[in-house]
């Protein structure tokens, strides 16, 4: 199973749509403390989120007790960031890859991305573009490591493909 992680997400529209993507593919949706909102039940309920419980979502205090618990994402991990010298259709994703996604304002953190130096991804973009939103590109690198792998457990064909005119 596919891991996204948001580290101290600040918006909380992209990580509504993030866990939107996570419930889609059945992705685990892990967010690093501090988070710039609250997602209490009631906040939940109160923004409408009815596909939530389809999340599986893990909070963490912060980067360590992260790995504490999973050190294996040290071994399967991808940062995503727009400093990163390649970009990630050079890479091969495995089904239970860690992609990790810093914060809107600021990105991963220097030494974050320092210690992982040969895991930084980037999407191509244009020179003058400064980023992407947040959940485009949770979104664009999710589905690539999906596609890598057959995009296991996902519907394959839609109700069009049963021969019925629309």
Not at 107 to 124: M, T, V
Request: glycine residues 6%.
């Amino acid at each position: 199973m596919l891991n996204l992680v948001l580290v101290e997400p600040e918006i909380p529209q992209n990580t509504g749509n993030i866990a939107r993507t996570a419930a889609a593919t059945q992705s685990r949706l892990h967010l690093v403390k501090p988070l710039g909102f609250d997602i209490s039940e009631k906040a939940v309920r109160r923004a409408g989120l009815d596909y939530w419980p389809l999340v599986d979502l893990h909070v963490w205090d912060n980067l360590s007790q992260l790995f504490d618990a999973h050190p294996e994402a040290a071994d399967s991990l991808w940062l995503a960031t727009t400093k990163a010298p390649r970009d990630y259709s050079q890479v091969h994703f495995q089904p239970d890859s860690w992609l990790f996604f810093g914060k809107e304002t600021a990105g991963l953190s220097l030494a974050f991305r320092e210690r992982f130096s040969d895991r930084c991804i980037r999407i191509p973009m244009y020179e003058n573009a400064r980023s992407l939103n947040l959940a485009n590109s949770v979104a664009i690198l999710t589905y690539e490591a999906l596609r890598q792998n057959g995009f296991p457990g996902l519907l394959g064909e839609g109700e069009m493909s049963t021969g019925r005119v629309f």
